[in-house]
């Protein structure tokens, strides 16, 4: 579809940015629904971002994502924030709105929607949740399973102290536990969440022992390069429901198309096709 004087203009921000998916994921959007508009990754220096996001504004973009390492800096540079991006600490969906920016954060949305979908039959109120890593991505999925109402969460960190300090700021029954302590960690819980880069492709394998953790319960990582990780690969062996990473991508964008473009958008097989086109 060929754009006109009034397309709608949105793209991602980040440094750098040429690995990002964002702009494939966007595009088949925009393609599918036949939108007049365009997605774009821009490349912003962390020094120069502040001038970016007023630049976004002067071009009549109608908002952006931010991607590492601009997410924090960002949340302090809109005029506005949603309750859940203030608690998180950082936003990843702009929108320009009377003049000014903003911020939202659609992380744990996406998380939880992923969940949903691909495993239905999981409820937050089932049991406890353990869930590794204290960066980022771990905050927005700890803020989202707490306002979902899971019961329990114990959080592993390699720095231990890491794991306390978050726990403490975002309060709730989230209880710190010792990395490696697993059969303390996963006894009778009903999800398993790795949010670390362990397992990830370049990166050192995730050693954990599952021989605790319930067959009944959930598995998830956050990674999607590989799409299956070994911790995936275990889980699925042992007759565990396993749930990849690449749906939480998907999903976390959903609000920010609607927001630009004005189409509620779907999360389809063709769409998981076409993001993991090589």
């Not at 966007?26 to 990754?41: F, I, M, N, Q, S």
């Not at 600490?89 to 000014?100: I, P």
């Not at 903003?102 to 744990?108: K, L, P, Q």
């Not at 022992?209 to 067959?215: F, I, Q």
């Amino acid at each position: 579809m060929k754009l006109s004087g009034e397309a709608r203009l949105a793209g991602v921000l980040g440094w750098p940015i040429s690995h990002s998916l964002s702009p494939r994921l966007h595009g088949h959007w925009l393609r599918e629904y036949r939108v007049d508009g365009a997605y774009l990754p821009l490349k912003v220096e962390p020094e120069k971002l502040a001038e970016a996001l007023r630049g976004l504004i002067a071009l009549g973009f109608r908002g952006a994502n931010v991607t590492l390492p601009h997410k924090e800096r960002a949340l302090e540079l809109c005029a506005e924030v949603t309750e859940r991006a203030a608690r998180i600490g950082a936003v990843n969906t702009l929108v320009v709105r009377d003049g000014h920016l903003e911020g939202d954060n659609s992380d744990g949305f996406g998380f939880l929607e992923n969940l949903k979908e691909r495993a239905d039959a999981w409820q937050p109120e089932q049991g406890p949740a353990v869930v590794l890593g204290a960066g980022g991505a771990a905050r927005a999925i700890l803020v989202a399973l707490l306002d979902a109402g899971v019961p329990e969460i114990r959080l592993l960190n390699r720095t231990r102290s890491r794991a306390e300090s978050l726990a403490e700021d975002l309060g709730g029954p989230i209880q710190p536990l010792d990395w490696g302590s697993w059969e303390r960690a996963l006894e009778g819980a009903a999800l398993l969440v790795n949010t670390t880069s362990l397992g990830m492709q370049g990166q050192p394998p995730l050693d954990i022992e599952l021989d605790a953790l319930p067959r009944s319960a959930l598995v998830n990582d956050i990674v999607y390069v590989p799409l299956e990780t070994r911790l995936l690969a275990a889980a699925r062996v042992r007759g565990n429901p396993v749930v990849d990473g690449l749906g939480m991508l998907l999903h976390q964008a959903r609000p920010g198309f609607e927001s630009w473009f004005g189409v509620s958008p779907s999360v389809t097989p063709a769409l998981r096709r076409a993001v993991l086109e090589t």
